[in-house]
């Protein structure tokens, strides 16, 4: 079973930037596309973006594109997402998420989430 444990998130002021990481369990991490998605108080769950397998290619969300980043470090089981020119509407409990491919481009579904981690921007 694949486990997934976010961290980094916190507090910041508007145009700040916090990094999120997400560390996975098991063996075969590098085979599997990974992402990162957001839930605020009162709103469904949305996509905020994805990385396939290598990190090669990347996807966005329009309303973060130019502000965010994913990127991945196979050597350490680990995804990233630097989040700059933090604003308010960013204001979430943020998942990480494994999907059953190496790619994301085929809709493939969801292995594993990761708990969350809280990011509050304030104005």
């Known amino acids: 079973q694949v486990q997934l444990v976010e961290s980094g998130g916190g507090l910041v002021q508007a145009g700040g930037s916090l990094r999120l990481s997400c560390a996975a369990s098991?063996?075969?991490?590098?085979?599997?596309?990974m992402g990162w998605f957001r839930q605020a108080p009162g709103k469904d769950r949305q996509f905020v973006a994805a990385?396939?397998?290598?990190?090669?290619?990347?996807y966005y969300t329009d309303s973060v594109k130019g502000r965010f980043t994913i990127s991945r470090d196979n050597a350490k089981n680990t995804v990233y997402l630097q989040m700059n020119s933090l604003t308010p509407e960013d204001t979430a409990l943020y998942y990480c998420?494994?999907?059953?491919?190496?790619?994301?481009?085929?809709?493939?579904?969801?292995?594993?989430w990761g708990q969350g981690t809280q990011v509050t921007v304030s104005s």
């Open positions: 998420a494994m999907y059953n491919s190496g790619d994301y481009v085929s809709s493939p579904g969801i292995r594993s």
């Open positions: 098991g063996r075969t991490f590098s085979a599997y596309a």
């Open positions: 990385i396939n397998w290598s990190g090669g290619s990347t």
